[in-house]
């Protein structure tokens, strides 16, 4: 695979990885307005939220483990830029 292909495919990668990013961040906006609603109900039960917040717990762990990883593709694109730029 040449350094471009290379660069080209994380590229890609590293698209895939934002949407990702910005679905789940989408999603945890959700969960959240959808605790605030049945929390401001003065006879909510904790099991009313509980599953909410679980899936909010697992949506910030994706999110902080497809953070990482896109700036893991972001420096590894940055050191493939000044690689082609220095082979130009």
Do not use: C, G
């Not at 080209?8 to 959700?30: A, G, I, W």
């Not at 917040?53 to 694109?77: G, N, V």
Request: hydrophobic share 35%; net charge negative.
């Amino acid at each position: 695979m040449s350094l471009k292909e290379t660069y080209d495919d994380l590229f890609f990668k590293s698209s895939e990885v934002q949407k990702n990013l910005d679905t789940l961040k989408q999603r945890m906006e959700e969960l959240d307005t959808q605790i605030q609603v049945i929390e401001r109900n003065p006879n909510f039960l904790e099991t009313d939220v509980e599953p909410l917040y679980e899936l909010l717990w697992k949506a910030r762990i994706d999110y902080k483990k497809q953070q990482t990883e896109f700036h893991t593709l972001t420096l590894q694109l940055q050191q493939l830029n000044h690689i082609l730029e220095d082979l130009h």
